[in-house]
Every structure is written in structure tokens, then in C-alpha cells.
């Protein structure tokens, strides 16, 4: 099993990626987050935003898993399968659902939405999708789980795990404003999602593993993001690294094989927390506009930087990456010049390039380095040997300093605009 993962603050380009590498694999699994992730594709003119579908669903010979490790909220799901209704996709054979995956209820929206308000200026910036809350019934042993919703007391369940949402709701004196119009839908989306195949998917990817059938494992979010090592609390809940595809799947680690790292050739992030690099002049306004840095599940603006190769660094040690990949090399023709951040300086003057425990309250500066741009066009660009010699320059110097192979450079939003190397 691969394991396709973001390295930064999330929206590097997993989607399109999973989708060009989807015919080299038999299966393609999400393990961990929800419906917080926006993956985009795009091939043949269409554009197309998966929320909690894996990205190997327009690949007909693929099966998609959304395994165990994920929170899954029924109403955005049959959203999802509503709205790709016009690509004839078989879904009772191409898309199977861990019934250990935990269940997002209406009220995880409510409680997510209270605890920021609570929270002022502090805010984490969540997707307000009820991550957090549902992550937290899993490990507080509260949740339902996909499986529940088959269950001849499934409802008296869920009013067990309403009654006490509603007493820490009311503690927030949080409105429950349109509760029962978010029930009506959620329980008739609870129903459409009986009628697809709802499995131990443990089994199953552990089946196709011994018949040597490859496996893509997507991840959601990026390893900055990840609930331990991510700028907590300026997270999201769940394991976003490598070892989350073990425990969000059933996967034993040693059959781990490749792990694709994924980053942007510049740095966003959309919602509250640390960002060293950030840019908030006219040179990050430019980035924005040229890559179209808006959320693709929130349509926030992204904040947007310098690459922080300190940051890279730390997610390429914790996830053990052995190829990477660097994406929307194409936004950075608009420069000149180019700055890659590679170390940070304190206050005292001392520079360091990790990222300590006391990271947030360093007052860190990024320290650069300035490349020469490429400026120019890439379109029409097919191999590595055609780039022009300034970003040459730049995929050598990463390498070089990463240590780690870059093997894919993707120069636009198409499934075409993809080099390989
Ligand atoms: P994900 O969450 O990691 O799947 O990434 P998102 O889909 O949220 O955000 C990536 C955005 O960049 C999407 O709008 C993609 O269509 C777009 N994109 C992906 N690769 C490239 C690229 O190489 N160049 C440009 N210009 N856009 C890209
Ligand atoms: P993909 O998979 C970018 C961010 C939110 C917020 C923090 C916590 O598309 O890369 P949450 O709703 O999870 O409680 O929010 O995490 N966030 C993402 N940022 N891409 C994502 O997913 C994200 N999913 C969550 O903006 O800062
Ligand atoms: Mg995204």
C-alpha cells in the first residue's frame, strides 16, 4: 500500500494527483478526516470538488473505500453522489463504506459552530463541518458509527447522543435554530446511505493485499494539520501523517510501501494559526490571484507564502516520505525572483531550522533565500528536459536540500499538466 499525503497546511493538490496515479492501483482508500476536505480534479474541461469520495472514483475499474479512520456526515455524502449523477458512476460496485467510519451528526455541527464562537479571536477557523465534536465522541467512546444506522435501535441511540449534546449546547447558549429541518435531512440521507455497500473494510484491504492488488491510500488535510505534530491547537483532529493510514484503515505498517509527499512550490493556509512565511503585501495578494487560492470546501481566501523549508522538513521526517511531489510550479512564473525560507531567526539572533515545542512563541522570522524566477509561461511544457533552466535550478536546490527525490512536477490544474520524472 501507498500512501499519498499532504505536507503542508492541506490544498497542495492531493485530489488531482490521486486521480492521474488512480490507473496505476486497484483501490484507492481516504483513512482519515471528513468532509473538512475539498479535493479537486479536473480533466476534459470539468471541474469536480470531492468532499469524502475518494479520488479514484472517475477511474471505473477502481474501488474507493472511505475506511474507518474517517468522520462522515450522510447529508454532504449523498450531496456528493447526487451531484455526480451525470458521470454514470456505479457506486454500488465502485464505492464501499467502512461501517466502523464514525458518524457526523446535525448537533457535531452545532457544538463545532459553539465551541468556536466561545473561542473569539482564538478561533481555530474550522470548516464548521463538526470535525472537531466527532473526533471527540469517538475517542470519549460517545459516537455512532456508519454501522449503527443499520441497527433496529439506531434512533434510540441517536437520541441518547442528542441529549447530551443538547445540555453542552445549552451551556453555550447555542441556538438550536433549524435542528429539526438538519434532522429531517440527516435521517433521510441516513437512509440513502443504507442502501450502499456498508462493509468491514479492514478486511477487504487486507484481502487485496494478499492478492497483490495496490492500494493508494489518500490523505486528507496535510501533515501541519495533524492533531500531534501539527500547530496545535491550531489543528484539525485527526492523524494526518502516514501512521493514519495504519489505524484509519486496519493496515499493518510494514505494508506500507511508497510515501508520496505532496506539497505547493509556494506555502497557504486557510484558517487561524502560525504561518512564518505568510505574505500579507501585494507579492501574497499576486499568489492568491494567480493560483486561485480560495477554499475549495469554505471558498475562504488562503493565506499565501514563501516555501518554509524548515516546515517541510519536519513532515518529510515524520511521514518517512520517499518520493515527492511538487505541485502548482506554474503560479510562480508571475515572479522574477523566487524566495525560499530556510531557517528561522529568534529574537536573540540565534537561527534554527526546526520547529520546537515553543514554536508559536518564538517570534520566529523566516530567513531566504533568493532564486532567480523563471518567468515565463509554462503552458506547453511536457518533460522535466523542456523546463526552463531557472526552475531546473529550483527542483535541484529542494532536492538538495530535502534529500528526498522530486518526482513529479505538475504545472496546472489538469490531469495532462503532470510531469513525471
Ligand atoms: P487538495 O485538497 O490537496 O486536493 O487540493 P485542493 O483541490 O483543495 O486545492 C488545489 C487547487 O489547485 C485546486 O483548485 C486544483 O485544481 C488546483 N491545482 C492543482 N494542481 C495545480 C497546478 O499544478 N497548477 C495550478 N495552477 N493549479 C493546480
Ligand atoms: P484538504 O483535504 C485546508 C483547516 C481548517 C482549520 C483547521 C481545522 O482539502 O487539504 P476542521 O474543520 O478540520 O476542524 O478545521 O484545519 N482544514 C483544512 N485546510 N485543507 C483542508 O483539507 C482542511 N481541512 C481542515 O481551515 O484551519
Ligand atoms: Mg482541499
Redo the contacts with the bound molecule.
Keep these: 500500500m501507498d500512501v499519498l499525503l ?1 505536507l503542508q497546511w ?8 490521486v486521480d492521474v496515479l488512480a490507473p496505476q492501483y486497484e483501490v484507492v482508500a481516504r483513512f482519515q478526516g471528513g468532509p473538512n ?6 480533466f476534459d474541461g470539468i ?1 469536480h ?1 470531492l468532499h469524502q469520495i475518494p ?1 479514484g472514483i472517475f477511474r471505473s475499474q477502481i474501488l474507493n473505500i472511505i475506511g474507518n479512520g474517517v468522520v462522515i456526515d450522510p447529508i454532504i455524502l449523498k450531496k456528493e453522489i447526487d451531484a455526480l449523477g451525470k458521470f454514470s458512476i456505479d457506486f454500488k460496485s465502485n464505492l464501499v463504506i467502512s461501517k466502523k467510519a464514525t458518524l457526523i451528526v446535525p448537533t457535531h455541527k452545532l457544538l463545532d459552530a459553539a465551541y468556536e464562537l466561545s473561542k473569539g479571536d482564538k478561533k481555530i477557523g474550522s470548516t464548521l463541518k463538526g470535525i472537531g465534536p466527532t473526533y471527540q465522541d469517538k475517542i470519549g467512546r460517545a459516537a455512532l458509527r456508519i454501522g449503527d444506522i443499520l441497527s433496529p435501535d439506531f434512533k434510540e441511540k441517536y437520541a441518547i447522543l442528542l441529549e447530551k449534546h443538547k445540555l453542552t449546547l445549552s451551556f453555550y447558549k447555542h441556538p438550536l435554530d433549524n435542528l429539526e429541518e438538519m434532522e429531517r435531512q440527516f435521517f433521510e440521507a441516513v437512509e440513502f446511505i443504507k442502501t450502499l455497500p456498508l462493509i468491514d473494510s479492514e478486511y477487504t484491504v487486507n484481502e487485496a493485499l494478499a492478492a497483490n492488488k495496490r492500494i493508494l491510500a489518500e490523505g ?1 488535510q ?1 501533515s501541519l494539520l495533524d492533531i500531534d505534530f501539527g500547530s496545535y491547537p491550531f489543528v484539525t483532529s485527526s492523524t494526518t501523517m502516514a501512521a493514519g493510514a495504519c489505524t484509519g484503515l486496519g493496515v499493518s505498517p510494514s505494508k506500507i510501501g511508497e510515501v508520496f509527499g ?1 506539497f505547493k512550490a509556494y506555502c497557504t493556509r486557510v484558517g487561524s494559526g502560525p504561518f512564518p512565511t505568510e505574505l500579507s503585501d501585494a507579492t501574497g495578494e499576486a499568489m492568491r490571484k ?3 487560492e480560495f ?3 469554505t471558498g475562504r481566501p488562503r493565506r499565501c507564502g514563501w516555501l518554509d523549508l524548515p516546515a517541510l522538513k519536519y513532515s518529510i521526517m515524520i511521514n518517512g516520505v520517499t518520493q515527492l511531489f511538487m ?5 510562480l512564473n508571475i515572479f522574477e525572483e523566487i524566495k525560499v525560507c530556510t531557517a528561522y531567526e529568534l529574537p536573540s539572533g540565534e537561527q534554527i531550522e526546526k520547529l520546537p515545542f515553543e514554536i508559536n512563541e518564538l517570534d520566529a522570522k523566516p530567513v531566504y533565500k533568493t532564486m532567480k524566477g523563471w518567468h515565463c509561461s509554462l503552458e506547453g511544457v511536457n518533460s522535466y528536459e523542456e523546463f526552463p533552466l531557472p526552475l531546473k535550478e529550483y527542483v535541484s536546490y529542494l532536492e538538495q536540500v530535502l534529500q528526498v527525490p522530486i518526482t513529479l512536477v ?4 489538469d490531469r495532462t ?2 510531469i513525471l520524472r
Design positions: 499532504g492541506g490544498d497542495e493538490g492531493k485530489g488531482k494527483i476536505a475539498g479535493h479537486t480534479l479536473e471541474k470538488v479520488s486528507a496535510g505532496i494567480e493560483g486561485n477554499g475549495s470546501t505541485m502548482k510550479a506554474d503560479v505538475s504545472v496546472g490544474p499538466q503532470t
